[in-house]
């Protein structure tokens, strides 16, 4: 038997600090709730010049299509002149960034950056 994901899987929240887009992803982002992420990040890089950090403090667990979304996110980014930063303090998951060869692709920092 196949299990169908019918309910609705938000993983983010998200606010505005001047103009940076502060979305904080939790839970986990896997094969199920990448497509949900995916489109709010699409939403949040779609201007010129976006300024993105992305709290990864209370995700539990990424995937590698959860990999690719932060690697997506990042692509528009920069194809459009902006930044984007993860905040993670998770040992874990910043030896999975390492691993995959994705440590110096990113601009991690352990906490939120003040305003």
Excluded: K, W
Aim: aromatic share 4%; proline share 5%.
């Amino acid at each position: 038997m196949s299990e169908t994901h019918t309910e609705l899987m938000t993983c983010y929240a998200e606010h505005r600090v001047g103009g940076t887009a502060v979305v904080e992803l939790h839970g986990e982002i896997d094969i199920h709730t990448a497509p949900e992420v995916r489109a709010r990040l699409d939403a949040v890089t779609a201007g010129p010049h976006p300024d993105v950090v992305l709290d990864l403090r209370a995700m539990s667990f990424i995937d590698c299509t959860g990999l690719s979304v932060l690697c997506r996110a990042r692509n528009r980014v920069l194809a459009r002149r902006g930044r984007i930063r993860l905040v993670s303090d998770d040992d874990r998951f910043l030896r999975i960034l390492r691993c995959v060869r994705l440590g110096r692709a990113f601009e991690v920092q352990p906490r939120l950056p003040v305003p």
